[in-house]
């Protein structure tokens, strides 16, 4: 097989959206597996919409995420002469011809038809103008748009996701290649830019496959080699629609400044619709890219499971050397420290820290708000927490382990653990009655990592203050 070549085209919209950066990354993997290249191709013919700006949100996204790309961009709006020569080439050879029509009489026949429910089709008014009658127009200086001619018959491709896909001209009609202003449409750029930059796998949302047949017949009336085609599914919300603002956040940048890592951030959407093939969820980059081909990405949409997210991010997290965790929590814990009047944890007890929470942390920036019990007295005990397991005796059992745990000697959680066992045995309960309003008084919460390793790292007259402080407001309440 010669070099594979893809692009990522995107549009300048002002951010990089999920399911682009997705598109980006499945070009990126297919490139990177095989050795081939991956371009970039900035599609601003809108000039409104592509400012500098815009193309440099683009730009930041991808090397955020690590999506390297080759060779310089290609910037379409500086080709459109070279679009325009594709077009008159297709006038050349008789695959285009010019279309006279008004504009406004055709919008008044495709409004008519489609209040009848109908496909509107351009009819082919200006198909059979002769040579002649072309000249005697365009010397009258009349208007006039390029369309393409449509031979009869069919397209067939064979799609590397969907399979073979047949479109029957008959639902197509001449389409326009040249509008009236002078400005090339659409397909025409995309086949002249991605036969120039020597595309051989287009790789892009579902949303653009009823582009493929029109552009499949561009490339053959050109007598240009037609690349292979890939349109990945989209990504759709929690409600099945396509995801969009109204979900919330659709901008990759603002799941990586909300505190996602740009390696969870790849993971997932490359789990987007695919899958490695075996059970495994969590992937580097490189085992992305030995285990990527298109054999296993499914046609349906993929739906964006933002608490998926967040677990995934926990878990790369947690794949990271616990020194370079604490460094990256550290400046959030002391700054919560600061606000709240309390002492900062040092780096031998944040790695402790680190170590206990282990896959809890879901993100650096929410470790004041999961760790803060370690660094300020709970005031408050979950309502449902107490409603759920604080009992009439409940004060009467946590002071007798109080007692018992004032007794213990060496502090530590195997010492703990054996200290409720027997206080529990002693009362004639489950350890659950005590270890879940224990859980209460020490952290507020009803969730929290084992109680036992809470209490070794709280310390001693920490813990017993704790139990103390809870018992006697939670039962006076
Ligand atoms: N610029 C188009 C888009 O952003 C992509 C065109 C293509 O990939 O062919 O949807």
Redesign the pocket.
């Known amino acids: 097989m010669s070099e594979v070549r893809v692009?990522?085209?995107?549009?300048p919209?002002g951010y990089l959206h999920v399911g682009?950066a997705r598109?980006a990354l499945f070009n990126w993997l297919y490139a990177r597996h095989n050795n081939g290249k991956f371009l970039l191709?900035i599609?601003d013919t809108d000039r409104k919409r592509s400012t500098e700006d815009a193309v440099r949100v683009i730009f930041t996204g991808l090397k955020q995420l690590g999506l390297d790309w080759d060779e310089e961009p290609l910037y379409q709006s500086t080709r459109i002469e070279q679009h325009r020569d594709i077009v008159n080439r297709l006038l050349d050879s008789g695959s285009a011809y010019r279309c006279f029509c008004e504009s406004e009489n055709l919008a008044r026949q495709r409004g008519e038809q489609e209040k009848r429910g109908k496909f509107y089709r351009y009819p082919g008014t200006c198909r059979s103008l002769t040579n002649s009658e072309v000249a005697e127009r365009l010397k009258k200086g009349q208007q006039y748009a390029v369309r393409f001619k449509l031979p009869p018959g069919r397209t067939k491709f064979n799609d590397m996701v969907h399979g073979d896909i047949v479109v029957q001209h008959d639902e197509l009609d001449d389409f326009i290649i040249l509008r009236q202003n002078g400005t090339p449409v659409?397909q025409v750029a995309?086949v002249a830019d991605?036969s120039y930059m020597g595309i051989t796998h287009?790789?892009?949302?579902d949303?653009?496959i009823s582009?493929t047949p029109k552009?499949i017949l561009l490339y053959q009336a050109l007598g240009l080699p037609v690349p292979e085609f890939a349109h990945v599914p989209l990504i759709l919300g929690a409600d099945k629609k396509r995801l969009s603002k109204r979900h919330g956040a659709a901008s990759v940048t603002e799941y990586t400044e909300s505190g996602i890592l740009p390696e969870t951030m790849l993971n997932f959407l490359a789990l987007l619709g695919w899958s490695p093939g075996d059970d495994r969820e969590i992937l580097t980059q490189q085992e992305m890219i030995d285990a990527f081909n298109f054999k296993r990405i499914t046609p349906k949409g993929a739906v964006f499971d933002e608490t998926k997210l967040q677990w995934m991010n926990a878990k790369h997290i947690f794949a990271m050397p616990a020194l370079k965790i604490w460094q990256n929590i550290q400046p959030h814990l002391a700054e919560y420290c600061r606000q709240n009047n309390a002492a900062p944890p040092d780096e031998s007890f944040g790695l402790r820290l680190v170590k206990l929470f282990g896959d809890r942390i879901q993100s650096f920036r929410e470790a004041p708000d999961l760790m803060s019990y370690f660094f300020v007295d709970p005031t408050n005990w979950d309502e449902k927490g107490i409603k759920k397991h604080w009992k009439s005796d409940t004060p009467e059992h946590l002071q007798l382990l109080s007692r018992h745990f004032q007794d213990i000697d060496k502090w530590g959680a195997e010492q703990l653990e054996l200290c409720v066992d027997n206080t529990a045995e002693e009362l004639e309960i489950k350890r659950a009655k005590l270890i879940h309003p224990l859980r209460l008084v020490l952290t507020g919460r009803t969730h929290s990592p084992g109680i036992f390793e809470v209490m070794e790292l709280l310390g001693k007259d920490l813990s017993i203050k704790r139990i103390n402080t809870g018992v006697e407001w939670i039962s006076i309440k």
Request: charged share 30%; hydrophobic share 25%.
């Open positions: 692009r990522f085209a995107p549009s919209t682009g598109t191709r599609e659409y995309v991605d287009v790789i892009r949302g949303d653009h582009n552009q």
